[in-house]
Nanobody
Framework: QVQLVESGGGLVQPGGSLRLSCAASGNIYSINSMGWFRQAPGKQRELVAVMTSGGSTNYADSVKGRFTISRDNAKNTVYLQMNSLKPEDTAVYYC?????????WGQGTQVTVSS
């Protein structure tokens, strides 16, 4: 089994910053990618940012230039630095780990951007 534990969500004012962390543990033999998705009320879950094992990254157009994904391979941890946050970034953010054709998900962490 693989466990993903997220932290770092919360309430922030527009223009503010947050940093999300996701630590993976368990029977991890190979990681194809780790990343972040989000789901706002009434909307489908969408990709925010992902990083492959080779270090390639992909971002949603809506977060390019504001969010940065990084990873500590030694700790099997992925981070999402979120700057210049907007109210439309409000959502539950889920950590994702893709390994050997299997998707693993964290429990989600709430990010609320509001004044």
């Amino acid at each position: 089994q693989v466990q993903l534990v997220e932290s770092g969500g919360g309430l922030v004012q527009p223009g503010g910053s947050l940093r999300l962390s996701c630590a993976a543990s368990g029977n991890i033999y190979s990681i194809n990618s780790m990343g972040w998705f989000r789901q706002a009320p009434g909307k489908q879950r969408e990709l925010v940012a992902v990083m492959t094992s080779g270090g390639s990254t992909n971002y949603a157009d809506s977060v390019k230039g504001r969010f940065t994904i990084s990873r500590d391979n030694a700790k099997n941890t992925v981070y999402l630095q979120m700057n210049s946050l907007k109210p439309e970034d409000t959502a539950v953010y889920y950590c994702n780990l893709y390994s050997d054709l299997v998707d693993y998900w964290g429990q989600g962490t709430q990010v609320t951007v509001s004044s």
